[in-house]
Each structure stands twice: as C-alpha cells, then as structure tokens.
C-alpha cells in the first residue's frame, strides 16, 4: 500500500498504485491519479488567499528499478523527417499600353507565350511562395527528460497575444506512468512519485481581506508570496522557488 503525502490535497492530490504487468509477469506498471483545482488557504489578519496552479511537474523515484523504453506515457516521437510543400506563384502586370491592345485577357496571360507588339511593353514579375502546413497535437501531460512529466493546459489565444490557464481537473485516472523492471542483483525496490510546482507557476490571489494594503513594499509583498508558496510544500533544508505539493511511495516486496 502506498504512504501517501499530500500537503494541500484540495489544490493537488496525487495518488500511486504499482500493479503486476499483464503482459509481461516480470514488470510492473506503475498507476497515478492526478487532481488538481484552485484551493484557498487561510492567512494572517483573517484573510482568505485564492491559489492556482498554471503548471505542475510529477517526478518518478525509482529504486533497484528501471523505467521500461517506450512504456512512458505522453511522449510524442518528434519526425525524423519533415516535408514542406512549395508553391511557386507567378503574378503579371501590364502596363496601359500593352493592355489596350484589343483581344488581351489580362487573367489568362501565361509568362511563357506572353507575345506582344513591338510598341507594347509587359512587366512580368514571378515570386516563389514556400508554405508549409503541420498537425500541431497538445499534450496536457508530457514526458520530459530524467523521468518527469510536464502537466499543462494549452495556452489559450487572446487579443494580445497567448495566456497560461490554470490547471483544473482531473489529468490522470489509474493510468499507466511507465512501466518498471528490476534491475538485477537489486536487494530492495521502491517506486516514488511527487508533484511539484515552481514558485512562478503559483498563482495567489486575495479573496478576503486587505492584506496587500499592509505592504510597505513590492519587496514585501513578493516575500510573503514566497512564504505563502513554501508553506504549502513539505519542509526543506533550502527553498529553492520549487513547492512540493505531493509525495506517495511504495516498497515493492520481491515474490
């Protein structure tokens, strides 16, 4: 059974399962559910803080194990080869004399078999346009190197240009992280799972209260931020502008 540990579970709970491979008897899979939602926490002078996560990262701790190739969920394998499409656009002009001699389609001229009088004149310009068109897939949970995945909602399109929306959900359901062998000779195995968020993708807001107007500074206020975001993690040695918000584990007895 897993040792959950969720710091904050009504803004992220994250919960870990690690069940025998039905194809393959020697490996694992390991399973997660991923919540997320805005939370609110209570802070001082009885005021009410509105947090949001715009992103979150989910780390994989394995011990005495090896994360399966091509077992990791939401990894896009990025095309060896790209091809493009190139249209050539040619565009003709005629100047007035040319174009009053009777019978000239100016639409219909072809560069090639243009033939005019000696007293016409045609200025013929040829521009080569090279366009190309790609499927673009989002991906709100990706895989990242060192055995991490990315959670994030597409940036939604505004007037101004693009904007981060907060995560709200659930991302993952029992579903399958990656899959595990034991590496050998190995005398104890453990799968570890923690979400964090970086202090930058924290976003408070107050709902209750005047506790900004108390700050005598920026400086001041961007320092209650960071305490405000460290308090939601477990405690460190050091912070280091990462929350942590979850942590679940699981000793992995050999059969």
Not at 94 to 111: E, F, S, T
Not at 116 to 139: F, G, H, I, N, R
Not at 153 to 159: D, V
Not at 202 to 220: A, C, P, R
């Given at each position: 059974m897993a040792s959950d540990n969720n710091s904050l579970p009504h803004l992220l709970e994250l919960k870990l399962r690690v069940q025998p491979?039905?194809?393959?008897?020697?490996?694992?899979?390991?399973?997660?559910?991923?919540?997320?939602?805005?939370?609110?926490?209570?802070?001082?002078?009885?005021?009410?803080?509105?947090?949001?996560?715009?992103?979150?990262?989910?780390?994989?701790?394995?011990?005495?194990?090896?994360?399966?190739?091509?077992t990791r969920l939401g990894e896009p394998l990025r095309d060896l080869k790209v091809t493009s499409k190139q249209t050539n656009t040619i565009r003709t002009t005629l100047d007035g004399k040319a174009a009053a001699h009777a019978g000239v389609d100016v639409a219909k001229l072809n560069p090639a078999t243009l033939k005019l009088s000696a007293d016409a004149s045609a200025e013929v310009k040829v521009t080569a346009l090279q366009t190309s068109?790609?499927?673009?897939?989002?991906?709100?949970?990706?895989?990242?190197?060192?055995?991490?995945?990315?959670?994030?909602?597409?940036?939604?399109?505004?007037a101004t240009g693009t904007e981060r929306v907060p995560l709200d959900g659930t991302y993952l359901l029992d579903q399958v992280l990656c899959r595990v062998a034991p590496q050998r000779g190995a005398n104890m195995m453990s799968v570890g799972v923690s979400?964090?968020?970086?202090?930058?993708?924290?976003?408070?807001?107050?709902?209750?209260?005047?506790?900004?107007?108390?700050?005598?500074?920026?400086?001041?206020?961007?320092?209650?931020?960071?305490?405000?975001?460290?308090?939601?993690?477990?405690?460190?040695?050091?912070?280091?502008?990462?929350v942590k918000l979850s942590y679940s584990e699981i000793e992995i007895e050999e059969p």
């Amino acid at each position: 059974m897993a040792s959950d540990n969720n710091s904050l579970p009504h803004l992220l709970e994250l919960k870990l399962r690690v069940q025998p491979c039905e194809e393959e008897q020697s490996h694992k899979d390991v399973r997660v559910d991923l919540r997320v939602h805005c939370s609110e926490i209570d802070g001082p002078e009885d005021c009410l803080i509105s947090v949001r996560l715009k992103s979150a990262t989910i780390d994989l701790d394995l011990t005495g194990l090896d994360a399966v190739p091509n077992t990791r969920l939401g990894e896009p394998l990025r095309d060896l080869k790209v091809t493009s499409k190139q249209t050539n656009t040619i565009r003709t002009t005629l100047d007035g004399k040319a174009a009053a001699h009777a019978g000239v389609d100016v639409a219909k001229l072809n560069p090639a078999t243009l033939k005019l009088s000696a007293d016409a004149s045609a200025e013929v310009k040829v521009t080569a346009l090279q366009t190309s068109k790609q499927d673009v897939t989002e991906y709100r949970v990706k895989a990242r190197p060192g055995d991490t995945w990315e959670v994030a909602e597409p940036p939604k399109k505004t007037a101004t240009g693009t904007e981060r929306v907060p995560l709200d959900g659930t991302y993952l359901l029992d579903q399958v992280l990656c899959r595990v062998a034991p590496q050998r000779g190995a005398n104890m195995m453990s799968v570890g799972v923690s979400a964090y968020a970086k202090q930058r993708d924290l976003h408070l807001e107050l709902v209750k209260g005047d506790l900004w107007q108390t700050f005598m500074s920026k400086s001041q206020e961007k320092l209650f931020k960071i305490l405000v975001a460290k308090s939601l993690g477990q405690a460190g040695s050091k912070y280091a502008g990462i929350v942590k918000l979850s942590y679940s584990e699981i000793e992995i007895e050999e059969p």
